[in-house]
């Protein structure tokens, strides 16, 4: 599952947040997936398992490498924002909105960056449940 056609908004927490449990859907149904896909030992000769085993691979992989972009590319952004907000905080230390601004984008760029831990953890699981059910039908390229 590719990147939505959408453009991810990293302004909005709450729209990066939907839009990152949408492109999570492929991972969400993995298990689903190799259960429909996949055969078991007595049904082995009835769908050609390799190939099933190496277009989820495919997708999986790419899958993970758009939410990883899309995530640091909203990092970067945001980084950018705090920054800016501190330049202009140095100069008007008395403004209560600027400072309220630059602890909102803080908070965002802490919660973005969290994303980065909660994406790991999703992409060790599917590809636990992914080696699971293909490792004998499928070996992945080595740069995994």
Known sequence: MAAPSTRLNCEDFAEFQE?????????D??????????PT????????????????HQSLSEAHTS?????????AQTS????????????????I?????????QTKLKLMQSELNVEEVVNDRSWKVFNERCRTHYKPPKSQ
Do not use: P, W, Y
């Open 19 to 27: 839009l990152l449990r949408v492109m999570r859907t492929i991972d």
């Open 80 to 95: 950018n924002v705090v920054k800016v907000l501190q330049e202009e905080r140095k100069t008007s230390l008395e403004d």
């Open 29 to 38: 149904r993995i298990v689903h997936e190799l259960n429909t896909t996949v």
């Open 97 to 105: 909105d600027l400072l309220k601004r630059l602890r909102k984008e």
């Open 67 to 75: 939410r990883e972009r899309l995530i640091k590319s909203c990092i």
């Open 41 to 56: 030992a007595s049904f082995a000769g009835k769908v050609d398992a390799s190939q099933t085993c190496k277009e989820l």
